[in-house]
């Protein structure tokens, strides 16, 4: 019988704990990761904002994520401690809708 060899970590790229077989980071090609990181999962199916923010003239500010962290930080109110990608992209696509002069900063 083949034993199962099962592994328990913290994957240095999300940050979220996993077991299991790790998967090897194609970054470089060193690093074990999760081995669900960075995998999209669409709990809700598909998403059809584009398709409604371009119906009703809006322009899309991103897409936020399902994110344990996020929702741990919004949780405590501490929403600025995250650092993520969206929420900057968001925040880039607004200041580029209503640029802030250099008199107001
Ligand atoms: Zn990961």
């Known amino acids: 019988m083949?034993?199962?060899?099962?592994?328990?970590?913290?994957?240095?790229?999300?940050?979220?704990?996993?077991?299991?077989?790790p998967a090897l980071s194609r970054?470089?090609?060193e690093t074990l990761i999760?081995?669900?990181?960075?995998k999209e999962i669409r709990v809700?199916?598909?998403s059809h904002i584009e398709e409604i923010a371009d119906k009703f003239g809006y322009d899309l500010l991103?897409?936020?994520p399902m994110d344990y962290k996020l929702a741990a930080l919004?949780?405590?109110?501490?929403?600025?401690?995250?650092?993520?990608?969206?929420?900057?992209?968001?925040?880039?696509?607004?200041?580029?809708?209503?640029?802030v002069s250099q008199d107001e900063e």
């Open 2 to 21: 083949k034993e199962q060899i099962r592994h328990t970590g913290i994957c240095p790229k999300c940050g979220q704990e996993y077991t299991g077989h």
């Open 74 to 99: 919004v949780d405590k109110g501490w929403i600025e401690m995250m650092e993520n990608s969206y929420l900057e992209a968001a925040a880039d696509a607004i200041e580029r809708k209503c640029p």
């Open 62 to 64: 991103g897409k936020i």
């Open 34 to 38: 999760c081995p669900d990181c960075g």
């Open 27 to 29: 970054t470089d090609s």
């Open 44 to 46: 809700f199916g598909d």
